[in-house]
């Protein structure tokens, strides 16, 4: 027996995740100092022993604020990657089993939408919808909607003419039935492969809408929203920017070592 | 010439449906514009009568086919926030966004098509694996950390552009040229990447191909087979992808204008939401709109050039 190699890829990718996402994880319960408390003796301090990644323009430390933006980012994240695959699923689901004029006109659409970069089509949402930290979610959400729909609608359409699911419909089962005990399952490979992408698209769009100013808004401190910060002050203190867009960069790096594993 | 011009028509019917759905979300946002101008100490009357001077007052449907009237003849009408028409607003700007969005393509491709080709052609080697892991890296950057890290590198350190300093092309051509190098080169960068993923992964799969393995038999010589016959086929995928990034390159420069300090469209774009200034926020979508679908366009043409094998 050949045995399986080990890939550089897998263990690159998962201690790349493992020092971004574990000080995520215990962010959300706790961090060596208050993310939100001032000091102003500490302005712009540089990297020391006590704050290891050193302090922004309100002395505020910033591994503690990193560890409590990426969760934030993460969580915007998975809000909308969870958002946009289950609404996407469905509407992928429905026209891909059904077809006839509803199909049409919802992929006419869904053409247009995904011509979009989705950035802008976000940004169009946050325009209709606010800013703050839901609103992001639900608007990346709905602008990750289309990729999805498209994506599982081309699977459904290939399942749904294979014999199983022809003898699945002679025995007697019902539409509904087809559609999410049979033909769903069959599609899992597809969906986990787009929604790891879909994850680093989400961080990045976040990260961009939020360096934009119209991302989350203080006091929640998301990555994008830190590095817009940052980038005033990087002529003074270039390790906030450093890593702060380090973090993000050591993210989507994992999830797309990851992923290249998976598929 | 007939599949031109049936592309042509479904680009338009694409962007009536773009502009009837971006129009209507609009219309239907919860907040009166003309309450958030005169401030909520207005008057009843004086509020009715700026309802009907801005035409709030009159059916969706009949506002929706003026302002597509006029839009059509470049008139966007009139911004809430300033006195100004919307076109007026947008005219100096859009090319500057424009520039940057080609700027940034001409640089992708002059990085990415050359590398990919060259990785692929020595495959294996140390030199095609230091590319791939340096790729890689490349292509986790987000387009605005790549454009801070830029000026870090060119504009701090190495003293190459003054950070902020941008130039109009009025003032100085060559000093404007100079200045968007760097922001087109952080959209350039990360996409450039994906290019030559891409490019190398195709060329990589072609290798494996019949035709090329007859063309090898007849005695061809390798660099022959490989940018002869190869690069053609292997070009495909590679340009729909071109298509694609030029649509998102425009999303990069939006992002990298505020970077790098660049008025372009960027800049109007984000305070037209801030300050829920919707005729401005429509016609850009528009504006942006246009340039996707025109791009999807050329796309689909140069695609049925290099591929006459392209159904109708």
């Given at each position: 027996?050949?045995?399986?190699?080990?890939?550089?890829?897998?263990?690159?990718?998962?201690?790349?995740?493992?020092?971004?996402?574990?000080?995520?994880?215990?962010?959300?319960?706790?961090?060596?100092?208050?993310?939100?408390?001032?000091?102003?003796?500490?302005?712009?301090?540089?990297?020391?022993?006590?704050h290891i990644y050193g302090c922004d323009n309100f002395g505020r430390d910033i591994f503690s604020r990193i560890m409590a933006g990426s969760g934030i980012t993460l969580l915007i994240a998975v809000g909308t990657v969870a958002f946009g695959s289950i609404i996407g699923t469905a509407i992928g689901?429905?026209?891909?089993?059904?077809?006839?004029?509803?199909?049409?006109?919802?992929?006419?659409?869904?053409?247009?939408?995904?011509?979009?970069?989705?950035?802008?089509?976000?940004?169009?949402?946050?325009?209709?919808?606010?800013?703050?930290?839901?609103?992001?979610?639900?608007?990346?959400?709905?602008?990750?909607?289309?990729?999805?729909?498209?994506?599982?609608?081309?699977?459904?359409?290939?399942?749904?003419?294979?014999?199983?699911?022809?003898?699945?419909?002679?025995?007697?089962?019902?539409?509904?039935?087809?559609?999410?005990?049979?033909?769903?399952?069959?599609?899992?490979?597809?969906?986990?492969?787009?929604?790891?992408?879909?994850?680093?698209?989400?961080?990045?769009?976040?990260?961009?809408?939020?360096?934009?100013?119209?991302?989350?808004?203080?006091?929640?401190?998301?990555?994008?929203?830190?590095?817009?910060?940052?980038?005033?002050?990087?002529?003074?203190?270039?390790?906030?920017?450093?890593?702060?867009?380090?973090?993000?960069?050591?993210?989507?790096?994992?999830?797309?070592?990851?992923?290249?594993?998976?598929? | 010439?007939?599949?031109?011009?049936?592309?042509?028509?479904?680009?338009?019917?694409?962007?009536?449906?773009?502009?009837?759905?971006?129009?209507?979300?609009?219309?239907?946002?919860?907040?009166?514009?003309?309450?958030?101008?005169?401030?909520?100490?207005?008057?009843?009357?004086?509020?009715?009568?700026?309802?009907?001077?801005?035409?709030?007052?009159?059916?969706?449907?009949?506002?929706?086919?003026?302002?597509?009237?006029?839009?059509?003849?470049?008139?966007?009408?009139?911004?809430?926030?300033?006195?100004?028409?919307?076109?007026?607003?947008?005219?100096?700007?859009?090319?500057?966004?424009?520039?940057?969005?080609?700027?940034?393509?001409?640089?992708?491709?002059?990085?990415?098509?050359?590398?990919?080709?060259?990785?692929?052609?020595?495959?294996?080697?140390?030199?095609?694996?230091?590319?791939?892991?340096?790729?890689?890296?490349?292509?986790?950057?987000?387009?605005?950390?790549?454009?801070?890290?830029?000026?870090?590198?060119?504009?701090?350190?190495?003293?190459?552009?003054?950070?902020?300093?941008?130039?109009?092309?009025?003032?100085?051509?060559?000093?404007?040229?100079?200045?968007?190098?760097?922001?087109?080169?952080?959209?350039?960068?990360?996409?450039?990447?994906?290019?030559?993923?891409?490019?190398?992964?195709?060329?990589?799969?072609?290798?494996?191909?019949?035709?090329?393995?007859?063309?090898?038999?007849?005695?061809?010589?390798?660099?022959?087979?490989?940018?002869?016959?190869?690069?053609?086929?292997?070009?495909?995928?590679?340009?729909?992808?071109?298509?694609?990034?030029?649509?998102?390159?425009?999303?990069?420069?939006?992002?990298?204008?505020?970077?790098?300090?660049?008025?372009?469209?960027?800049?109007?774009?984000?305070?037209?939401?801030?300050?829920?200034?919707?005729?401005?926020?429509?016609?850009?979508?528009?504006?942006?709109?246009?340039?996707?679908?025109?791009?999807?366009?050329?796309?689909?043409?140069?695609?049925?050039?290099?591929?006459?094998?392209?159904?109708?």
């Open positions: 027996m050949k045995q399986k190699k080990i890939s550089f890829n897998l263990i690159l990718g998962s201690v790349l995740l493992a020092v971004t996402l574990v000080p995520a994880l215990i962010g959300l319960i706790w961090t060596p100092y208050d993310p939100e408390a001032m000091n102003s003796s500490l302005k712009l301090a540089g990297v020391s022993i006590r689901a429905f026209t891909g089993y059904f077809g006839g004029i509803i199909d049409e006109a919802l992929m006419r659409i869904n053409d247009v939408a995904l011509a979009f970069p989705s950035l802008l089509l976000a940004l169009v949402m946050v325009s209709l919808l606010g800013t703050g930290k839901y609103q992001v979610m639900l608007a990346l959400g709905i602008a990750f909607v289309p990729s999805y729909a498209r994506i599982v609608r081309s699977e459904y359409i290939r399942i749904k003419n294979l014999d199983y699911v022809k003898a699945a419909r002679l025995a007697g089962a019902s539409d509904l039935r087809i559609m999410f005990v049979h033909i769903l399952p069959n599609t899992r490979t597809v969906l986990l492969s787009s929604v790891m992408i879909g994850f680093n698209n989400a961080i990045l769009a976040e990260a961009g809408l939020s360096f934009l100013g119209i991302g989350v808004q203080p006091p929640d401190a998301s990555l994008g929203r830190m590095l817009s910060e940052a980038q005033a002050y990087m002529f003074t203190n270039a390790g906030y920017v450093l890593f702060t867009g380090c973090t993000i960069v050591m993210i989507i790096l994992g999830f797309s070592l990851l992923s290249k594993e998976i598929k | 010439m007939k599949y031109v011009l049936k592309k042509v028509l479904s680009c338009i019917i694409t962007l009536f449906i773009v502009s009837l759905l971006v129009f209507v979300a609009f219309s239907l946002i919860p907040g009166d514009p003309a309450l958030s101008r005169l401030g909520t100490n207005a008057t009843e009357a004086a509020l009715a009568s700026l309802r009907h001077q801005m035409g709030l007052d009159r059916p969706l449907a009949v506002r929706y086919f003026e302002w597509l009237a006029s839009a059509i003849r470049g008139d966007f009408g009139k911004s809430y926030s300033y006195s100004m028409t919307v076109t007026s607003m947008i005219a100096d700007k859009l090319p500057i966004t424009l520039t940057l969005m080609l700027y940034s393509m001409v640089l992708m491709v002059i990085i990415s098509v050359p590398l990919g080709v060259y990785a692929s052609y020595k495959e294996g080697t140390a030199i095609d694996k230091v590319i791939q892991i340096i790729n890689q890296i490349t292509m986790a950057i987000p387009p605005f950390f790549s454009g801070i890290l830029i000026t870090l590198i060119f504009g701090m350190t190495l003293k190459m552009f003054t950070p902020g300093g941008f130039v109009s092309v009025k003032i100085s051509p060559s000093r404007f040229f100079g200045f968007m190098f760097f922001p087109s080169l952080a959209i350039a960068l990360p996409k450039s990447a994906m290019v030559l993923n891409l490019l190398y992964s195709s060329l990589n799969a072609e290798k494996k191909k019949d035709y090329v393995r007859t063309a090898y038999s007849r005695g061809n010589k390798s660099k022959t087979v490989f940018f002869g016959h190869m690069l053609k086929n292997a070009s495909i995928p590679t340009i729909t992808f071109l298509g694609m990034a030029l649509a998102d390159m425009i999303a990069g420069s939006i992002i990298i204008e505020q970077v790098f300090g660049i008025p372009g469209l960027g800049r109007i774009l984000l305070t037209s939401i801030q300050n829920r200034d919707y005729p401005v926020v429509i016609a850009i979508i528009m504006l942006i709109a246009c340039v996707v679908i025109v791009s999807n366009l050329l796309v689909d043409i140069i695609y049925k050039l290099v591929d006459p094998r392209v159904k109708d």
